[in-house]
């Protein structure tokens, strides 16, 4: 069941509900796209028609932002469940050990993705990494490696819409592209200790744009987004302004 957030189309899961759908996609073995849209990304696609249109052709939006959640109950169109990058991004990989499929690790800066696949390796030993790369959607060694590795499973951490696009892409003009592609934003950061993440009792509270605005204060735009445009506009969208 699908939730429209100003125009953007949200799936309404639980996180069970969630993996469930991502192995049956992965089973399906035709490339697919999973979008976990926040705020911010909903606010770009306000302008952005191309990555507005992606989004919503996506298998499977889940909702990464408390922000979405508060919206979504608002607008009388309440979500199941919220389903950040992170709990999915491990879900993923524990998903990927029980299954026995290969996870690709793309994107951050240099030697993050190698560190959290490291992570990922330590804490699910039998997980088989295909690689792990930091490039960018204009590194031509990209392409080169996922055809040479063949995961089953991407993670792409290049960063909204950089990431969505550089997936939507592949899957549309590249053969044999991997079962399933993730666009994962700053989660490798988190994983791998480059960036503290939040603790619990703040993510239950949404107070994250708080802890990153005092962590991560160069974000402030990001988080103004967050925190103010994207409510004004939620507002005038229930008032019909």
């Not at 309404?12 to 976990?36: G, H, M, R």
Request: aromatic share 10%; hydrophobic share 45%.
């Amino acid at each position: 069941m699908k939730r429209n957030i100003l125009g953007i189309k949200i799936d309404s899961l639980t996180f069970d509900e969630a993996i469930e759908k991502i192995d049956s996609l992965i089973v399906a073995n035709k490339p697919s796209q999973v979008v976990t849209v926040n705020p911010e990304m909903v606010m770009a696609a306000q302008k952005d028609e191309e990555f507005r249109r992606l989004i919503n052709q996506a298998d499977l939006v889940v909702p990464d932002g408390f922000g979405i959640m508060l919206a979504a109950k608002f607008l009388g169109k309440p979500l199941r469940e919220r389903i950040t990058g992170v709990d999915l991004t491990w879900a993923i990989g524990k998903l990927a050990e029980d299954r026995g499929y290969s996870v690709f690790f793309l994107g951050a800066k240099a030697g993050v993705a190698k560190v959290t696949a490291e992570r990922f390796k330590k804490l699910h030993p039998r997980l088989k990494i295909a690689g792990s790369y930091a490039g960018s959607p204009d590194d031509q060694n990209t392409l080169a490696i996922l055809k040479r590795t063949k995961p089953d499973i991407l993670l792409v951490a290049f960063g909204a819409p950089k990431q969505e696009k550089f997936i939507y892409n592949l899957i549309h003009n590249v053969s044999n592209f991997p079962h399933l592609s993730v666009g994962v934003g700053g989660t490798f950061d988190y994983i791998a200790g480059v960036c503290p993440y939040p603790p619990e009792w703040l993510r239950k509270l949404g107070l994250e744009w708080l802890f990153r605005l005092i962590t991560q204060p160069w974000r402030w735009q990001r988080i103004m987004t967050a925190t103010i445009k994207f409510p004004w506009a939620v507002l005038r969208s229930k008032l019909n302004l």
